[in-house]
């Protein structure tokens, strides 16, 4: 900064003020700044400015993957809405593991995160509690951390399950399975009790399958299932990756949907609406969910105050109609 200050025959105040845009200067004094700049091919050093102004205007996002669209989607809108609050993110993975959360969640708070948006592991209690990480922002999407004083930003999951399984109920269904990606999932375990409440008020039975996270293990699921005497007529998918993986085991085995089996799934994704036939989803506006959870730490910042008591909002989900349902004879 001292460099490019006496090239531009300027104080280095006058730099960090164009720089920073915090006080205007004059327009020939600016343009010999940024002259002096590029020919000098000066980068501020951000960590420096950190340590100095104890601001390193950068948040945390904290997922269990990035090759699940629904979580790469949430990444991308907080990243989006950062930018347009002047901060940058930094992006790490949990592989669903509480404490390979916790891990990438210390490391960030050592980087100087000035907060964290997750989306918690499922395996092990969560360990992002206050204790750790008392004088952080911190906001959580999709599932709660127990007990903890976070903001959250969940969907309507298990009337989401219930519009679904009503939807193949109505179509004359009456073996309808549901599958699972895991019976300790936060929301899916919410999936499971619409899907049970909708079958116990239609007077059926319900039938669950859990696990099949893979394509080979769907397959064999499949394959034992419809080996049976009386299997079902109707599958609810508990979620995009469970949906994804039964359509194409149903497909290599050439079981015809929605003549022998309908399908639905719960959470839209890109190319659902352009499989054969289209896919029937629960959707849940992924997008909107970020951006609010987004918001509620921004506004935290703003105030800067943490969560005492955190609030809990709620976002509806919507049934999208499409082909994989049929009427059942």
């Given at each position: 900064?001292?460099?490019?200050?006496?090239?531009?025959?300027?104080?280095t105040?006058?730099?960090?003020?164009?720089?920073?845009?915090?006080?205007?200067?004059?327009e020939?004094?600016?343009?010999?700044?940024?002259?002096?700049?590029?020919?000098?091919?000066?980068?501020?050093?951000?960590?420096?400015?950190?340590?100095?102004?104890?601001?390193?205007?950068?948040?945390?996002?904290?997922?269990?993957?990035l090759?699940?669209?629904?979580?790469?989607?949430?990444?991308?809108?907080?990243?989006?809405?950062?930018n347009?609050?002047?901060y940058?993110?930094?992006?790490?993975?949990?592989?669903?593991?509480?404490?390979?959360?916790?891990?990438?969640?210390?490391?960030?708070?050592?980087?100087?995160?000035?907060?964290?948006?997750?989306?918690?592991?499922?395996?092990g209690?969560?360990?992002?509690?206050p204790?750790?990480?008392?004088?952080?922002?911190?906001?959580?999407l999709?599932?709660?951390?127990?007990?903890?004083?976070?903001?959250?930003?969940?969907?309507?999951?298990?009337f989401?399950?219930?519009?679904?399984?009503?939807h193949?109920?109505?179509?004359?269904?009456?073996?309808?399975?549901?599958?699972?990606l895991s019976?300790?999932?936060?929301?899916?375990?919410?999936?499971?009790?619409?899907?049970?409440e909708?079958?116990?008020?239609?007077?059926?039975?319900?039938?669950?399958?859990?696990?099949?996270?893979?394509?080979?293990?769907?397959?064999?699921?499949?394959?034992?299932?419809?080996?049976?005497?009386?299997?079902?007529?109707?599958i609810?998918c508990?979620?995009?990756?469970?949906a994804?993986?039964?359509?194409?085991?149903?497909?290599?085995?050439?079981?015809k949907?929605?003549?022998?089996?309908?399908?639905?799934?719960?959470?839209?994704?890109?190319?659902?609406?352009?499989?054969?036939?289209?896919?029937?989803?629960?959707?849940?506006?992924?997008?909107?969910?970020?951006?609010?959870?987004a918001?509620?730490?921004?506004?935290?910042?703003?105030?800067?105050?943490?969560?005492?008591?955190?609030?809990?909002?709620?976002?509806?989900?919507?049934?999208?109609?499409?082909?994989?349902?049929?009427?059942?004879?």
């Amino acid at each position: 900064m001292n460099d490019v200050a006496k090239l531009a025959g300027v104080g280095t105040m006058t730099v960090s003020r164009v720089l920073s845009g915090s006080v205007r200067v004059s327009e020939e004094t600016a343009k010999r700044v940024h002259e002096a700049i590029a020919k000098l091919n000066y980068r501020p050093n951000e960590v420096a400015r950190a340590l100095r102004e104890r601001h390193s205007r950068q948040i945390g996002i904290l997922v269990p993957n990035l090759l699940d669209p629904f979580f790469a989607i949430c990444a991308h809108t907080i990243s989006e809405t950062a930018n347009e609050h002047g901060y940058s993110v930094i992006i790490a993975t949990h592989a669903a593991d509480a404490d390979k959360e916790f891990t990438e969640a210390s490391r960030m708070l050592r980087r100087q995160v000035e907060g964290l948006i997750v989306i918690p592991a499922d395996e092990g209690p969560s360990r992002i509690t206050p204790a750790e990480f008392r004088n952080l922002p911190v906001v959580t999407l999709d599932r709660p951390i127990e007990g903890s004083p976070y903001d959250t930003v969940v969907v309507e999951n298990k009337f989401g399950a219930q519009l679904g399984v009503n939807h193949l109920i109505e179509h004359g269904h009456k073996r309808i399975a549901f599958f699972g990606l895991s019976r300790t999932m936060h929301t899916i375990k919410l999936r499971y009790e619409g899907y049970r409440e909708a079958m116990r008020h239609a007077g059926l039975q319900t039938e669950a399958y859990y696990g099949n996270g893979t394509q080979e293990e769907m397959l064999t699921a499949i394959q034992s299932i419809f080996a049976g005497k009386t299997p079902p007529t109707a599958i609810f998918c508990s979620n995009n990756l469970i949906a994804r993986n039964a359509f194409h085991a149903l497909s290599y085995m050439q079981i015809k949907i929605p003549e022998t089996v309908a399908l639905v799934g719960f959470d839209d994704f890109e190319t659902a609406n352009i499989l054969n036939p289209a896919l029937t989803v629960v959707r849940q506006p992924i997008t909107e969910m970020a951006r609010i959870g987004a918001t509620l730490l921004f506004s935290q910042l703003r105030s800067k105050e943490t969560a005492v008591q955190g609030k809990t909002t709620v976002l509806p989900v919507e049934l999208v109609v499409r082909d994989s349902c049929g009427t059942h004879p």
